[in-house]
């Protein structure tokens, strides 16, 4: 699958992963595209920048996703590519902090990838053909330390991936699920201590942007940022006991006091 000459949707497009996505798709000759974000300025900052169109929005409400999917049609006559990237993380305490954190992410970190696919995929249907891009993280496959809403909807954000590429592969719609190690975005700054220490090698962005193109052209669903998260994906698969084991012997290590024996508290 080539961008040239493509019409491409990029939620999340004001910083981070979404606006290298925008510049690398300028970059390939993309026809268009439609920089979202809730970040209005940043969103018209990158559309600028790319020749682009930016569209402010909340992703986790739906009658919006559908107006902006409405004016990028307008704008363009079609979609082609949807880069499903927003995401929002939370730390707050599993047992201690309040269940609030739980509701925007499924929000933002999932359904707003459902509501922005039903909203692009019946055009993509009746043409024959399209794009869905969906940005989850290796704590979606691997799970993380820390962040327990963040680790549990962006599993969700896996599976709705492979069941779209299941349901619609054959129908001409290719499905494509970035799963990063750590990346230098604003989100790893703002991300758990856990998830800083135990996040592997940090990509920048840009370098993102272009595996992610480089999946495209390959037409293979998973994007993984380094080749070091597909030897631990096997060691998981191989025997999910001891990859459970060295995970907790992890955490232990990870605890800001050092163990939880220490802590008087029990794993």
Known sequence: MKVEGKVCVVTGGASGIGKALC?????????GIVVVDRNTEGANAVAEAVGGMAAGCDLGVEAEVNAMVAAANERYGRIDVLCNNAGIANDEDFLEG??????????VNVMSHVYAVRAVLPQMLERGEGALQHTASMAGILTSHGAAAYAATKHAVVGLAEWLSITYGHRGVKVFLLAPLGVDTPMLDTSSQFARQAAGPIRK???????????????????LTDQVAAEWMRRKSEDLDRWLEGMRRLQDKLEPTGSWASTGRQP
Do not use: C, K
């Open 23 to 31: 510049e690398r798709l300028a970059a390939e000759g993309a026809a």
């Open 98 to 107: 309040t269940v609030g954190p739980w509701a925007a992410q499924w929000a």
């Open 205 to 223: 962005p840009e370098e993102v942007a272009g595996q992610v193109v480089e999946a495209f052209g390959a037409e293979r669903f998973l994007v």
